[in-house]
Nanobody, 115 residues
C-alpha cells in the first residue's frame, strides 16, 4: 500500500509559523511531482505555491526520503484551511513488478489560525 501522510498541522496565533510535512510511504520506487493544496471552509481546493503567498510560504523537497515540506510564516486567519499533499504519480514495488498510482492525495491536515 502506498500513502501520502501529512503532519505538522495545528492551531497557531496570527503572526505565527508552522511547518507541514508530507511523506510518501510504502514500497516506493519513485515519486513524481509533489505539491501542496489547501481548502478553506466553503471554498474550493487551491494550489499553494511559493509565488502566491507573498513570500510567506516556502516549499521544499527531500527527494531521498520522498518528503515535501511547507514552511509557513506570518500566518493569518485567511490561512485557516485543511492542507493537502499531492503527488502526480507514485511508482511502487508490487509482487515481482512495478505499479503506478496517479493523482495521489493525502488525507489532509488542519491548520487553524486564531487568537
Amino acid at each position: 500500500q502506498v500513502d501520502l501522510v501529512e503532519s505538522g498541522g495545528g492551531s497557531v496565533q496570527p503572526g505565527g509559523s508552522l511547518t507541514l510535512s508530507c511523506a510518501a510511504i510504502g514500497s516506493i520506487v519513485r515519486v513524481g511531482n509533489m505539491a501542496w493544496y489547501r481548502q478553506a471552509p466553503g471554498k474550493e481546493r487551491d494550489l499553494v505555491s511559493d509565488d502566491s503567498m507573498e513570500g510567506r510560504f516556502t516549499i521544499s523537497r527531500d527527494y531521498a526520503n520522498n518528503t515535501v515540506y511547507l514552511q509557513m510564516t506570518n500566518l493569518g486567519p485567511d490561512d485557516t484551511a485543511v492542507y493537502y499533499c499531492y503527488a502526480d504519480s507514485i511508482v511502487y514495488h508490487v509482487n515481482r513488478g512495478l505499479g503506478r498510482y496517479v493523482d495521489v492525495w493525502g488525507k489532509g491536515t488542519q491548520v487553524t489560525v486564531t487568537s
